[in-house]
């Protein structure tokens, strides 16, 4: 990359040196009707800005000085300013064209130059003495610039490519199309924005080495995809390329060719019509290949879209015999399309096989690059002492281009990445969720979140974080509660994942399994906790309440029994012990025919069904559902003045339905018709997903308890047959 830097630096050198070497009048030329020469523009600065010319005046000829008669001046014609001498109608005007070339270029080495220049509106003629001077690099042209970027770019960024991988022949084909296409901007960048004339000799070498590096350009491109991503041929075969093109260029530049423009054009409109059907080709073979399709489509689509405009803007109208479309130094700009699309496809699709590393070293070439050509230019134009100018150019580079390098890659790496406390904080949230299936769930969003896979699939055995070879797929072992897991397609099927997704995946497992083992940890310790707390209820406080049972009075004694009991789910619920519901509905039952009886109120309580058996309720639901029913007794016993109560109970695979109904006063005679206790039983029921519905009329009331048997915690009992829950 040093050794790309230097010719860069040399090759954009001697493109400047050349271009500003001849010499020049400050006049900006076009052409006008009547094949006539218009001064379009006058630098204000340049060596016609004293003579007295002005825009829209027609220069009809330059000769040297003192001769205001004319005599001996050249007559200028529009046709002096073709950009592109490949365009004309045959090889005699071409070889007409550059003889006039040279004529021009020996007239402007003259120390003073006449320019005849006629005012056609007032039809007055003038010869104004000009002394010419060598150009300015501020002088030159937009076009210049545009030429010599394009080249240089996707030299460099071919030549970066094939040092990554200097073995691989899709590289070197790569990398050898940057070569042709500097080779054919540079001097196109001289020739076609001369101010009025290059010496011919000058013009003619210029144009066979932009004419070699067009063929360069096509034929590398052409033996790219023949060799990649699959190879269609044998390597041997694609020595074919510059066998066929090699006579083609020696017998345009010899001129034995129909035209010029047969000559420059028609190869290149075939090498880019083989270019699409090779493109269409390797596209039809990687049909079963999506890591390949993906490179495909990048790298076919910015040669296409880039070869193939300058293609349609320069060289299909002219072989149709009409005008370009566009400057075809404008046209160069097209090019950048290839390797700039090529740079951010490597990105996004590993072409070549090239990862994040390559894109670091281009960034920091570009860096040195920019500081020597600050450094230069600000010595050289602005004639700024060596050590301010490096102080500057350090500056500039520093505060300017390393930010906008920082966000260039961000932008892209194309891909969401989260701060390291977000991720820390998203990794503790997997692991601390409140059961297995909230902390797999939690996990598969945040992989959906980091990598977007179009596929997220079970695995078999992962004992570690694993990156298929083609970059498609990522293996996950088993972790937070989750199968191990196989990520597919990452980023939308846009992307592959690399050495950074495979750090970044490893670092996270390892993560949420340290948080999920402290978890674990502090559960047992909560376990151990609760265990010692069950004991001492048990053992001591039910122990003396079993005791003052047997000596209290008759008034006393139910209450101690509902204290007993209440202890028991406490001490259950500490265990960690679930209850069938069938259980729970029993015991229910059981205290709500005591309390009733004790009343003087009949009870009719429906036998569940035996599906009951097999739900297992966990504590928090067993509570709501003893502590609701409970209530519910209560305020039938103070408020309702019934003398029976129904209840019944309906089973479906989701839910459990408990409706207890009197025949008393109805709800609206009664004393606390929106007190704390329905209050606590929503509260109570909310807590497990459950709700309370009541009904009343002058028939009595009735409460409805609907709570789910799918929430947290609950489960079927361990031996139930798996066909038959509810």
Not at 682 to 689: D, E, H
């Amino acid at each position: 990359m040093f050794v790309v830097m230097v010719v860069c630096i040399a090759a954009s050198a001697l493109a400047v040196f050349v271009a500003t070497s001849r010499p020049w009048l400050g006049l900006t030329l076009g052409a006008g009707p009547g094949d006539a020469v218009i001064l379009a523009d006058i630098a204000r600065d340049g060596p016609a800005a004293s003579s007295g010319a002005a825009p829209g005046f027609r220069l009809a000829g330059i000769g040297p000085g003192g001769n205001a008669d004319g005599r001996s001046a050249v007559l200028l014609r529009g046709s002096d300013l073709v950009e592109e001498p490949d365009g004309l109608e045959s090889y005699a005007q071409a070889a007409a064209f550059l003889a006039r070339q040279s004529e021009l270029a020996a007239l402007l080495q003259q120390s003073v130059l006449t320019l005849h220049v006629v005012n056609d509106e007032t039809a007055e003629a003038h010869a104004l003495e000009v002394y010419p001077r060598a150009r300015p690099v501020r002088a030159l042209p937009p076009v210049f610039w545009v030429q010599l970027v394009s080249g240089l770019a996707g030299f460099a960024i071919g030549a970066w490519i094939w040092a990554m991988r200097s073995g691989d022949i899709g590289t070197r084909l790569f990398a050898l199309s940057g070569f042709g296409l500097l080779v054919s901007a540079l001097p196109a960048a001289i020739y076609s924005t001369r101010e009025l004339a290059v010496d011919g000799d000058l013009f003619a070498m210029l144009s066979a080495f932009n004419h070699l590096g067009v063929h360069l350009f096509g034929g590398a491109m052409v033996a790219l995809f023949l060799s990649y991503p699959r190879p269609l041929v044998r390597p041997i075969w694609l020595l074919s390329v510059p066998i066929v093109l090699a006579p083609w260029l020696w017998a345009d530049i010899g001129g034995l060719l129909p035209d010029p423009t047969i000559g420059m054009y028609a190869p290149m409109m075939a090498e880019m019509l083989l270019i699409a059907l090779l493109v269409a080709l390797q596209w039809r073979l990687a049909r079963r290949d999506p890591a390949t399709r993906a490179a495909l489509r990048w790298l076919g689509l910015s040669v296409v879209l880039g070869a193939g405009a300058f293609v349609a803007g320069i060289a299909a109208p002219l072989l149709l015999g009409a005008a370009p479309a566009l400057s075809q130094g404008y046209a160069f700009a097209f090019f950048l399309i290839v390797y700039g699309g090529i740079a951010l496809g490597i990105r996004r699709y590993r072409l070549f096989d090239l990862g994040d590393w390559a894109f670091r070293i281009l960034f920091y070439s570009g860096g040195v690059v920019l500081l020597v050509a600050l450094d230069a230019a600000l010595i050289w134009l602005l004639n700024v002492e060596r050590a301010p100018a490096l102080g500057v150019s350090l500056l500039l580079v520093g505060f300017v281009y390393l930010p906008l390098r920082d966000a260039l890659w961000r932008r892209m790496h194309g891909r969401q990445i989260l701060p390291e406390h977000e991720l820390f904080a998203s990794a503790m949230d997997v692991a601390f969720g409140p059961t297995s299936g909230a902390r797999a769930e939690r996990w598969r969003s945040l992989l959906a979140r980091l990598y977007d896979p179009l596929e997220t699939v079970p695995a078999g055995a992962v004992e570690d974080v694993v990156a298929s070879p083609d970059g498609l797929e990522l293996l996950l072992p088993e972790v937070a509660g989750e199968t191990a897991l196989r990520l597919r397609y990452p980023w939308g099927g846009k992307g592959l994942f690399g050495p950074r997704d495979l750090q970044l995946a490893s670092q996270l497992v390892t993560l949420v399994a340290r948080a999920e083992a402290s978890r674990a940890a502090y559960d047992r310790g909560v376990a151990g906790e609760r265990q010692r707390i069950a004991r001492d209820l048990h053992d001591d406080v039910g122990a003396r309440l079993l005791t003052g049972l047997h000596r209290a009075d008759t008034q006393t004694r139910p209450i101690l029994q509902e204290a007993l009991s209440d202890i028991r789910t406490i001490v259950s619920g500490l265990s960690g012990k679930t209850a069938t519901l069938d259980g729970v509905l029993a015991e229910a039952r059981h205290e709500t025919m005591r309390r009733l009886e004790a009343a003087g109120i009949d009870l009719d309580w429906e036998i569940p069904d035996q599906r009951a058996e097999h739900v297992a309720l966990s504590y928090m639901q067993s509570k709501a559902l003893l502590s609701s029913v409970r209530e519910i007794v209560s305020n039938v016993i103070r408020h309702s003045a019934a003398r029976i109560v129904h209840a019944r109970i309906a089973l479906s695979e989701t839910s459990m339905r408990l409706r207890i109904a009197d025949d008393g006063r109805g709800m609206s005679c009664q004393a606390e018709p929106a007190g704390y206790g329905l209050g606590n039983i929503r509260q109570r029921l909310g807590g497990v997903g459950g709700t309370l519905a009541i009904t009343s009329d002058a028939g009595g009331a009735a409460l409805e308890i609907v709570m789910p048997l799918g929430g947290p915690g609950q489960s079927r009992e361990p031996g139930a047959e798996s066909g038959r829950f509810l």
